[in-house]
């Protein structure tokens, strides 16, 4: 019923940039909070940065000044810029949105997209 749909991953040379896009689509009543998580190899899943609905952002620490989250509610999609790319930023990247679907009442769900790999090479 709610998909959401990651592009822009891909490999990357250290000091280089990626943009990622996540666009929400299906039987939306509203979206909260969206962000972006990682997971790297033998790892556990870690937060990235999260947006409110109302564009209040937060950062991991180990991306603060290099990643940059955005969103546009009109197109129901959130973005992260990522600059000054290091190979320690190797992972799979996965958007998360908070949710409220036709159907659903008033319950948040967490949707989860299936996720995309960005390599940096030293």
């Known amino acids: 019923q709610v998909q959401l749909v990651e592009s822009g991953g891909g490999l990357a040379q250290a000091g280089g940039s990626l943009r990622l896009s996540c666009a929400a689509s299906g039987s939306i009543v509203s979206i909260n909070a969206m962000g972006w998580y990682r997971q790297a190899p033998g790892k556990q899943r870690e937060v990235v940065a999260t947006i409110t609905s109302g564009g209040i952002t937060n950062y991991a620490d180990s991306v603060k000044g290099r990643f940059t989250i955005s969103r546009d509610n009109a197109k129901n999609t959130v973005y992260l810029q990522m600059n000054s790319l290091k190979p320690e930023d190797t992972a799979v990247y996965y958007c998360?949105?908070?949710?409220?679907?036709?159907?659903?009442?008033?319950?948040?769900?967490?949707?989860w997209g299936q996720g995309t790999q960005v390599t940096v090479s030293s």
């Open positions: 998360a949105a908070d949710v409220q679907y036709i159907g659903g009442g008033s319950y948040w769900y967490r949707y």
